[in-house]
């Protein structure tokens, strides 16, 4: 530990810090958009600092909780909340993660953003975003967890939608807003199944308490949470909001969908890994096999996809997958390892996707080519995250990924063979993109448009005029990308290096490993020589394939296609999964369940209410003819009842009905 512990105070600072530059932007700086944007650099700035003194903190703790209690907050009969900040080696981690993504993505929002018309807007959204997600990875109550877990799924709704008045955009929005709401409900039935249960929401005492409760209980439990998880994580069945959310401006898809929303569900899993842990075995073979399959899965989408943002998405939704693989096998320090890389290098790839489009004015690969001639530095730390997504040594991606399949090959073998295929694809689209993007001859880009009006997040969605002319379309046009661009690029390129380095060590496996129980602690670094062979071949052999087809053309991807039959056209139909959801579940039976309710509501419910109102309307017309306003009518009605109401009480008095009818008075008065 090199600096005094943390204060509290500070690590609050680290969440209010962008609170305070969305507060500012809303109220203040609307109409000084450059100052918004400098405003929010300085706020994520202040958050990273801090970020860096709470992971030296932890780091001298050997990763355990720093003792921050909880402060009160509401009491309602049995019913209590407490908010507080945990800070451990996971959250550490993942403060550091989330703020030194943010930072760099905000300078690079800088250059890419200038002179859209919603400039400050989007600084504000980015800074409640930020402000959200470090909210949720440092909450110490599952509620406080869940409000900025929602949170998180709002801000990346505008985001997505940032360019609303575009309908794919406004679509992509609602879709992933849509989606992952089905995994909340299950998450949300998780937090009201473990309250009723322990009357906690403390995280630390739900993980404790996990071990007292029946295993239908935390397999409740458990099961929501990984429904949660696989929808903000964008794993199957509800992986295909993603791809469409690369409508959002590319900054957005920077660290909304490499390092921080789609992480949170690999976090979130983490966080509970004692309870996932204490769930019955069927639990964690569910979440492994899941994320093993989503990995393979969307690995075969990317392999086809000609825009290149949504090869990074797909390539995001297949790493995801073997996080979640990882902690289903019980690798948890592997799982977050390789969050903490992929979250660098594929936010370098997505950075180095923008700037690509930055000057072709597309990201339709087919319409690139010969770039990097051109962008020289964008060509350079593309390839190097590319290199280590796909896991070449000695990058990061290399470290972080083999401790992944060796926690799969000691574990199941069959995930082995899964998770070596999938680094295998993932270096062929990944080297794919690179030779159809870099290599060969340029092949025009596209033409400039209007400000947000474009079909793509290109730059001519907010290029001014003569940049456009710059952009347009020839040799003569093609450029390197602004300084306020190139540099995240080469910064986010040195963690994706020589972060993968400090595995050896141990360090980071123990800081993780802080986190849990005792009893959990098992990390001890290790290297398998079958694992390291078998994946260093799968990468290279990827490399190797995508050189021969998309450099070489030796076999051409064409005659290739030609011998796969229907194959080709049904990944490229995404496997009809869109088909599905939005044809058959959405129009089908969402809108019958929808078209059945509201004959319900119409027939039942209003039929009800309506004929009760009816047959009053009915008797008010009844008794309104009886009151002509007439006096004669009056005083003869009158007389009409005095003659009624003098032959009851003869009738009773008289005993006539006694007479006519024995013993039928006290029947019916007894």
């Known amino acids: ?83 507080g900040v945990r800070l451990d080696g996971l959250s550490a981690m993942m403060l550091f993660v989330v703020t030194s993504i943010s930072l760099l993505v905000q300078i690079y929002s800088t250059g890419y953003m200038a002179g859209d018309g919603g400039y400050a807007r989007f600084f504000a959204f980015m800074s409640l975003f930020t402000a959200a997600m470090l909210g949720l990875v440092m909450a110490s109550s599952l509620l406080q967890l869940f409000i900025h877990w929602e949170l998180v799924g709002l801000t990346s709704y505008l985001l997505i939608g940032f360019w609303f008045h575009k309908p794919s955009a406004a679509a992509a929005a609602k879709k992933a807003f849509i989606v992952t709401r089905f995994g909340d409900f299950g998450f949300m039935l998780a937090v009201i199944l473990i309250w009723s249960k322990t009357h906690t929401f403390d995280i630390f005492e739900i993980n404790e308490a996990v071990h007292d409760l029946p295993q239908a209980v935390v397999m409740g439990f458990v099961l929501g949470l990984f429904s949660g998880a696989a929808g903000k994580s964008a794993q199957f069945p509800l992986h295909f909001w993603l791809p469409d959310a690369m409508e959002g401006p590319t900054p957005v898809s920077s660290i909304v969908h490499s390092a921080t929303m789609v992480a949170a569900g690999v976090y979130l899993l983490a966080r509970f890994f004692p309870s996932v842990h204490a769930a019955p075995g069927g639990v964690q073979t569910l979440i492994a096999y899941t994320g093993g399959f989503t990995a393979i899965f969307a690995a075969s989408m990317g392999i086809v996809s000609t825009d290149i943002k949504r090869v990074l998405a797909y390539s995001t939704i297949s790493q995801l997958g073997y996080m979640v693989m990882a902690l289903g096998l019980g690798g948890y320090p592997a799982a977050m390892f390789h969050l903490f890389t992929h979250a660098f290098f594929k936010s370098l790839l997505f950075q180095g996707a923008g700037s690509v489009s930055h000057a072709t004015n597309t990201f339709e690969m087919p319409l690139m080519g010969g770039l990097r001639k051109h962008m020289p530095i964008t060509f350079a730390t593309f390839v190097i995250g590319a290199l280590s997504l796909s896991g070449v040594f000695p990058l990061a991606g290399f470290w972080s990924k083999d401790e992944i399949l060796l926690d799969a090959w000691e574990n199941d073998k069959f995930l082995f063979a899964v998770a070596t295929t999938v680094a295998f694809m993932t270096a062929l689209y990944m080297f794919r993109a690179i030779f159809m993007t870099f290599f060969g001859e340029y092949r025009g880009g596209a ?79 290790e290297m398998n020589p079958v694992v390291m062979v078998a994946s260093t071949f799968a990468a290279l052999g ?40 939005e044809t058959g579940m959405v129009r089908g039976v969402l809108h019958g369940f929808g078209r059945g309710a509201a004959l319900v509501d119409r027939l039942v419910v209003d039929g009800a209410v309506n004929g009760v109102a009816y047959a009053t309307r009915l008797a008010g017309d009844g008794l309104r003819r009886v009151q002509t306003g007439q006096v004669q009518a009056n005083t003869s009605l009158m007389m009409v009842g005095a003659v009624a109401a003098a032959g009851a009480l003869l009738a009773l008095s008289g005993g006539l009905i006694d007479r006519v009818s024995p013993g039928l008075v006290e029947r019916l008065m007894p």
Do not use: C, K
Request: aromatic share 10%; glycine share 8%; proline share 7%.
């Open 1 to 83: 530990m090199l600096l005094p512990a943390i204060p509290e105070a500070a690590v609050w600072a680290i969440y209010f810090a962008p609170v305070a530059s969305f507060v500012a932007i809303v109220a203040a700086l609307r109409s000084r958009p450059l100052l918004a944007g400098r405003v929010t650099i300085a706020a994520v700035l202040v958050a990273w600092l801090l970020a860096l003194w709470a992971l030296d903190t932890v780091s001298g703790q050997d990763g355990e909780a720093v003792g921050f209690a909880p402060h009160h907050w509401l009491s309602l009969f049995e019913f209590e909340v407490e908010l």
């Open 447 to 525: 033409p400039a448009e209007d400000h947000g009006s474009s079909a793509h997040d290109t730059h001519d969605a907010h290029a001014t005029a003569p940049a456009q002319d710059a952009h347009g379309g020839g040799h003569g046009g093609l450029h390197e990308s602004p300084r306020s661009m190139v540099f995240p690029l080469v910064m986010l390129s040195i963690p994706a290096i020589f972060f993968g380095l400090i595995a050896p060590s141990g360090f980071f496996g123990e800081l993780m490993e802080g986190a849990l129980d005792p009893s959990l602690r098992h990390f001890e670094f």
């Open 542 to 581: 990827g490399i190797g394939a995508a050189a021969a087809i998309y450099f070489a053309q030796v076999p051409s991807s064409l005659a290739i296609r030609s011998r796969l039959g229907p194959l080709p056209m049904v990944v490229e139909r995404l496997y009809f999964v869109n088909e599905f959801a």
